[in-house]
Each structure stands twice: as C-alpha cells, then as structure tokens.
Nanobody, 116 residues
Framework: QVQLVESGGGLVQAGGSLRLSCAAS????????MGWYRQAPGKQRELVAS???????TYTDSVKGRFTISRDNAKNTVYLQMNSLKPEDTAVYYC??????????WGQGTQVTVSS
C-alpha cells in the first residue's frame, strides 16, 4: 500500500506564502509524475501543477509565476511553494502520484484558505 501524507496548509492573508509538502510511504514503485490538484467548494478538482521524474513541470495558467513545484526523488516527496496567494486560491489541495505502469494514488487533502 501507498500512503501520501500532506502538510503545510493553513490560513494566510492575500499576498502571503505557503509551502505544501507531500511524502509518499509504503511500498513504492517507480513514480513517473507527482502533482498537486485543488478543489474549491462547488467546483471540480483541477490540476494545479505537476512534475515528471525528469523534472518537466506543468502549471495551470492561474498559478504561473506564483507557484513552484519541486520534488525530492530520494525522499519520494513533492513540494508546492505558493507565493502571492489570492483568495481564489482557497481550496483543498490534494497530492497525486502516478506510477510508470499507470497506478495512481491520492493524498487526503490539506486546506488552504486565503483571506482578503
């Protein structure tokens, strides 16, 4: 089994910063992509950012220039540095990993609330 443990969420004022972490543990096989999704109330879950094993990154347009995703393969951990936060970034943020063979796993989610 694989467990994804997220941390770093919380309440911050607009313009502030937060850093999310997600550590994978258990029986880990080859991870291809690690990423962060978010889901705001009444909205669908959306991809925020992802990073492949080779370091190729993808960001949704609304966070480009403000968020940075990174990973530590030795620790099976992915990070999301979030700067210049806006109220519209408020959501539950979920970590996701995808194996090369196609299996994927989700974290339990961490709440990020940005006050105006």
């Amino acid at each position: 089994q694989v467990q994804l443990v997220e941390s770093g969420g919380g309440l911050v004022q607009a313009g502030g910063s937060l850093r999310l972490s997600c550590a994978a543990s258990g029986t880990i096989f080859s991870i291809n992509t690690m990423g962060w999704y978010r889901q705001a109330p009444g909205k669908q879950r959306e991809l925020v950012a992802s990073i492949t094993n080779r370091g190729t990154t993808t960001y949704t347009d609304s966070v480009k220039g403000r968020f940075t995703i990174s990973r530590d393969n030795a620790k099976n951990t992915v990070y999301l540095q979030m700067n210049s936060l806006k109220p519209e970034d408020t959501a539950v943020y979920y970590c996701n990993i995808v194996y090369y063979r196609g299996d994927y796993f989700w974290g339990q989610g961490t709440q990020v609330t940005v006050s105006s």
